[in-house]
């Protein structure tokens, strides 16, 4: 009964270093979009994934990759980390008959 | 665009004491608006989906009502328990998919 799992927690980087945030969802959904959420400026949607196989870019993908692995995992990479990329990161999946999102616990990023 | 302005950013009461947040809105083909609640370190949790004008959700001390325009969340006799941050979400279809774009958000505090 997991739900939406997010991995790791909490991250320090360095400036121009590398990451995967990993995200794996136990209900089925077809639908599994990545948000940031900054202070005062709510959740804003980076890369989303209606299907397996397939991904589009949200409000703010610049600097982000994603892929959609299976129909469970998706996961968002920061090829080379800047200090604006610093925030708390959450992977949601979608029921598809409500279109309630399902959100992991959030992973912390902070790079220096 | 989608836009979701959610009022007011904050909001301080009294245990007991019942007032609304507001979620005004606007949206080209809505597909349901959603409020989350989301406590300090954790994902956001739904509530409620309400799909049409005029319809009207409730649990517990929570009720939420949707016009063409806007949505607001009644809360009744608030406990100090019902301290969180309380996001609106709008869903709208594009292109088969379903983006859903969330409002900043109101930070509430009960007191006791």
Known sequence: ?112 | EDQVTQSPEALRLQEGESSSLNCSYTVSGLRGLFWYRQDPGKGPEFLFTLYSAGEEKEKERLKATLTKKESFLHITAPKPEDSATYLCAVQAASGGSYIPTFGRGTSLIVHP
């Not at chain 1, 892929?67 to 920061?78: A, G, P, T, Y």
């Open chain 1, 1 to 112: 009964n997991a739900g939406v799992t997010q991995t790791p927690k909490f991250q320090v980087l360095k400036t121009g270093q590398s990451m995967t945030l990993q995200c794996a969802q136990d209900m089925n959904h077809n639908s599994m979009y990545w948000y940031r959420q900054d202070p005062g400026m709510g959740l804003r949607l980076i890369y989303y994934s209606a299907s397996e196989g397939t991904t589009d870019k949200g409000e703010v993908p610049n600097g982000y990759n994603v892929s959609r692995l299976n129909k469970r995992e998706f996961s968002l990479r920061l090829e080379s980390a800047a200090p604006s990329q610093t925030s708390v990161y959450f992977c949601a999946s979608r029921k598809r008959d409500t279109g309630e999102l399902f959100f992991g616990e959030g992973s912390r990023l902070t790079v220096l």
